[in-house]
Nanobody, 123 residues
Framework: QVQLVESGGGLVQPGGSLRLSCVASGSIFSINVMGWYRQAPGKQRELVATITSGGSTNYADSVKGRFTISRDNAKNTVYLQMNSLKPEDTGVYYC?????????????????WGQGTQVTVSS
């Protein structure tokens, strides 16, 4: 199995910043896309940002210009720098990764999720 562990969430005032990290571990051969999603209370999980192994990024319109996603391929780690935070950014942030892993000497696809980290933006 591939495990994803997020960190960096917390309580921050509007206009503040947080940096989330997510580390993938396990019998990983390669990771194609890593991303961040969030889920606010009573709402569906939504895309925040994704990044490919080559560095191509995609952002939700609501976070463009405020959030920056990056990754360290050597460390199987993805980051989300969140600036100018707003109350509507509050939610549980989940890390996602898809790629290929070793299992029984063969490569298998994987698509894994982390347990989530809470981000609360409030004064």
């Amino acid at each position: 199995q591939v495990q994803l562990v997020e960190s960096g969430g917390g309580l921050v005032q509007p206009g503040g910043s947080l940096r989330l990290s997510c580390v993938a571990s396990g019998s990983i051969f390669s990771i194609n896309v890593m991303g961040w999603y969030r889920q606010a209370p009573g709402k569906q999980r939504e895309l925040v940002a994704t990044i490919t192994s080559g560095g191509s990024t995609n952002y939700a319109d609501s976070v463009k210009g405020r959030f920056t996603i990056s990754r360290d391929n050597a460390k199987n780690t993805v980051y989300l720098q969140m600036n100018s935070l707003k109350p509507e950014d509050t939610g549980v942030y989940y890390c996602n990764a898809d790629g290929n892993r070793w299992l029984g000497g063969l490569l298998h696809n994987f698509d894994s999720w982390g347990q989530g980290t809470q981000v609360t933006v409030s004064s």
